[in-house]
Each structure stands twice: as structure tokens, then as C-alpha cells.
């Protein structure tokens, strides 16, 4: 592994630990064992360290969402969509799990944007025409059912569990139907 690897590494277990608000540059450059001279060789600032960090997840959630139709059919096109927006999650649950927690992320100006803008998006294509008060709600939480295990069930394999997070998914997205 490279040192701005090492980095990176570095950064998601510590932005895991405490938070992007609670780690500085001097944390950052003492667990990766680097100078502050070597970190700002590999990075012009923390806050480009979280967008570097965070942009495989926003750039595969976006790609996701732009490959289906703005009204996916259901329960095909919806069950292909969510079932692939799993995968990216799962490709990157180290960074899900401290990002979907993280207030410093969420309000980022570029991170916390993407991620609004992509929640959006989820939940227009979920409930189609619809704008009613109850079709939010309900896509909104197809979103809550899917990020949800990601974070909170740490201990739990959710990828060799993925049908289980699909099924509780499509679960609630059948709601928008009725």
C-alpha cells in the first residue's frame, strides 16, 4: 500500500471513530505515521481528504440513479435499481457508516449536497408522479431500510444478507403501490 493509501486508510477509521469534526490533520498525519509536509504533498486539505474519500460512493449512487428511467417500472426496473444502489453501498460500507452519521458530512457543502441531491432523486424515482405527503414518506423510508442496516448492524454480514435488506426494501416500497 502507497503512503496516500495509507492515508486514506487512516482517515475512514478515524472519521469512523470520531468523527470528521473531532479529527484534525495532526491525528490524521500521527496515525498514518507522515509528516504534515507528506500529507499536504498527497492532499491540499482535510476537507479535500472527505471529498476524495466520500466520491466512489456519491459518483456509483449517482450513476445508479441515472441509469434507470426517471419512473422505473415496478417491480422490475424498481427491484434492478435498489438492488444495485445495495451493492454500491456495500462496496463501500466503511464509509456509509460513518458518513450517514457524520452532522460535519451531512451539512458539507459538496459531500452533504450530493448525498441530499442523490436521496432525492432515490425518492422521486420511487414514488413517480406522486407528491402526496404519504408517497415521501414511504420512499423516504424504502431509503431509511436500505442505508439503515448498513449502519446500525455493523456485527451483521449484510452482503451474504443482502435479499434480507432488498426484501424489507421492496417491502416498503410496495406501499407506494396501494
Do not use: C
Amino acid at each position: 500500500m502507497n503512503r496516500r493509501d495509507e492515508l486514506l486508510t487512516s482517515a475512514t477509521k478515524l472519521f469512523a471513530e470520531r468523527g470528521f469534526d473531532g479529527v484534525s490533520v495532526a491525528d490524521l498525519v500521527g496515525d498514518a505515521d507522515m509528516s504534515k509536509a507528506a500529507f499536504g504533498y498527497h492532499l491540499e486539505s482535510k476537507d479535500h481528504l472527505l471529498i476524495e474519500l466520500a466520491e466512489p460512493l456519491l459518483s456509483e449512487l449517482e450513476a445508479v440513479v441515472s441509469s434507470y428511467p426517471s419512473r422505473p417500472r415496478w417491480p422490475d426496473e424498481i427491484e434492478l435499481m435498489l438492488s444495485d444502489y445495495v451493492d454500491v453501498l456495500l462496496r463501500h460500507r466503511d464509509i456509509v457508516i460513518w458518513v450517514d452519521a457524520d452532522k460535519a458530512v451531512q451539512s458539507h457543502p459538496i459531500v452533504g449536497e450530493r448525498l441530499r441531491r442523490n436521496h432525492q432523486a432515490m425518492r422521486r424515482a420511487l414514488r413517480g408522479d406522486s407528491r402526496s405527503s404519504a408517497s415521501r414518506i414511504i420512499s423516504s423510508s424504502v431509503l431509511g431500510a436500505i442505508w439503515r442496516p448498513m449502519k446500525s448492524l455493523p456485527d451483521v454480514d449484510i452482503e451474504t444478507n443482502k435479499d434480507a435488506v432488498l426484501a424489507a426494501a421492496l417491502a416498503v416500497a410496495s406501499a407506494l403501490r396501494t
